[in-house]
């Protein structure tokens, strides 16, 4: 609605609902109805609203000062003997709030330069993300954080830029002087490789023998060994830490290393590799109540021993990089290539407990031709380690390998009542090689199986004879269920003429199928019996 048309109107409220609308002027003195609540009045000055009107002046607000003021045209006829002089219009900037973009902008260049600032400050060290990385390199991206984030500041900053420059000047300096002084670890790092690419270490990198403790604790660089062995004594937890200085490793090969020390030296966290340069590294493990001369027979696995420096808590290792090589799959899968046991035994003894698990698993399906009093030895180490989590495979492996299965049925009960007490499950294989050892305690194993699973160990039940009549009979009449029916069953295999007072004794309290089983088992013991 339009000026003019308001100025003819009248601006009315209800005095029955308050409502306000607009009326033409014609209608004043005279009864209107209130389209809201249909209340009738008559338009005069107590129902009309009258706005209070705006004067030029009356707003105090200082922000109305900073707009221009336009003067008025001269007056005809009128003399003017004072000239006013006006200021030029401000830029908007200088009284309008900063826009969201330009502070979401300084926030971005004050958080590159602090980021920035600590990676030089704790990634510098051995092992940190900035180690290998040359101080001129760090110096270049000092100054391109710097001059990125001054950029932005100036950006965020249009009223006070005199301010934003200094501050930002502060502390771009401080990041680009952060170089200088954190320095440790700008060494360049080589890859250790030869032209070939085969992976093995070049002798032109050999490291030079240090002259002295003091040389040879900045070669290796042991900080965080210190920092580990120093941390554990004040604690008074009774563990030490342990470095291993490996040389002339390729560096897909640490993982490998890594997961095998943590296995073997029973390490409470995974041992840390820092790269220490010309393809050599400082695995440091942490936690563990094992002596020097110990963890250093378990690295001959992997490479030579050089040295143990006692004094740096150090055992120096030459990593041989062959043994990590996997041999040709196809060769591996062919049981009539010559090379198929040669190699599979060579998988055994491998640092990656996956590859083993395969060649355990092929060896298992394959017949012992060669090589069996090798393949056996390997695979009777396998089951003796306790950290070892496939030793079904290696029992069902070594039923087909070993030549007298009471060589090791004494390993594969302890094996599986140490699973038992650990809560895990108990491969069959485990408790068959067992069995067919003739392993003494034996039956008491397959006893508590069998009650908590009777179909998955009857069988197994069944293998021990009469040996185990005695245990079955001792404990029948305690039996429900599926057991009861279950040790029937095993009476019909196994039993004789000493349990068939016990079975016909059963038959009085029996339901219909347990009287026809028990029926059925007397008949079998009889008739084994003679009688």
């Known amino acids: 609605m339009d000026e003019d048309h308001q100025d003819q109107t009248l601006l009315v409220k209800c005095p029955s609902c308050s409502q306000r609308f607009r009326v033409g002027e014609d209608l004043r003195e005279r009864m209107v109805e209130c389209g809201a609540c249909d209340h009738r009045f008559r338009i005069n000055e107590e129902v009309i609203v009258r706005a209070r009107k705006f004067y030029p002046g009356e707003q105090k607000d200082p922000r109305l000062s900073r707009f221009q003021r336009v003067p008025m045209a001269p007056v005809a006829g009128l003399e003017l003997t004072n000239q006013v002089n006006y200021a030029p219009a401000p830029a908007p900037e200088a009284f309008e709030p900063v ?73 771009t300096g401080g990041l680009v002087s952060l170089p200088f002084f954190f320095r440790e670890g700008s060494a360049p790092l080589q890859s250790g490789i030869t032209g070939d690419g085969t992976g093995a270490p070049s002798q032109a990198a050999a490291l030079p023998e240090p002259q002295n403790v003091d040389d040879l604790r900045n070669q290796i660089g042991t900080k965080p060994l210190d920092e580990e062995i120093e941390r554990l004594v004040t604690e008074g937890s009774g563990k030490t830490a342990v470095g291993i200085w490996l040389r002339g490793l390729n560096g897909e090969n640490r993982y490998p290393i890594r997961d095998y020390i943590e296995r073997v030296c029973k390490s409470s966290v995974p041992p840390h590799p820092f790269p220490r340069g010309e393809g050599s590294y400082l695995m440091v493990v942490t936690g563990v109540t094992m002596d020097l001369d110990a963890i250093a027979a378990l690295c001959g696995r992997f490479g030579a021993v050089e040295a143990i420096h006692r004094d740096l808590a150090v055992i120096e290792v030459k990593v041989n990089n062959e043994y990590f090589s996997e041999s040709p799959i196809e060769v591996l899968l062919d049981r009539d290539n010559p090379d198929f046991y040669k190699l599979n035994q060579k998988e055994l003894e491998s640092l990656d407990m996956e590859r083993v698990k395969r060649a355990v ?92 699973d009777p179909m998955a160990w009857e069988d197994s039940y069944g293998r021990l004879g009469t040996d185990a009549e005695s245990v079955l009979r001792l404990g029948f009449p305690e039996l429900e269920g599926l057991v009861r029916q279950s040790a029937v069953r095993l009476f019909a295999k196994v039993g004789t003429l000493q349990s068939v007072d016990l079975l016909e004794r059963a038959i009085s309290s029996a339901d219909a199928e347990l009287k026809v089983n028990i029926e059925n088992a007397l008949t079998a013991i009889r008739k084994r019996g003679g009688s």
């Open 99 to 171: 826009s969201p973009l330009r502070i979401i902008l300084g926030v971005i260049g004050v958080a590159m330069i602090v980021i920035t600032a600590l990676f030089l400050i704790f990634g510098a060290s051995r092992g940190g993300v900035f180690d290998g990385v040359t101080t001129d390199k760090r110096l270049m991206l000092a100054c391109f954080v710097a001059v990125l984030g001054l950029a932005l500041l100036l950006y965020a900053n249009p009223r006070s830029r005199t301010k934003a420059l200094l501050i930002g000047l502060l502390m």
């Open 361 to 452: 698993n092929r060896l298992a399906d394959s017949e012992p031709k060669v090589f069996r009093t090798d393949i056996s030895r390997h695979l009777t180490s396998l089951l003796r380690e306790e950290h070892v989590d496939f030793k079904g495979e290696v029992a069902r492996a070594l039923a087909v390998w070993v030549e007298d299965p009471k060589q090791v049925g004494a390993d594969a009960l302890r094996a599986a009542e140490e699973l038992k007490l650990r809560g895990q499950p108990v491969p069959k294989d485990l408790v068959e090689l067992a069995i067919t050892a003739k392993t003494p305690g034996v039956i008491p194993l397959v006893d508590e199986l069998w009650r908590k």
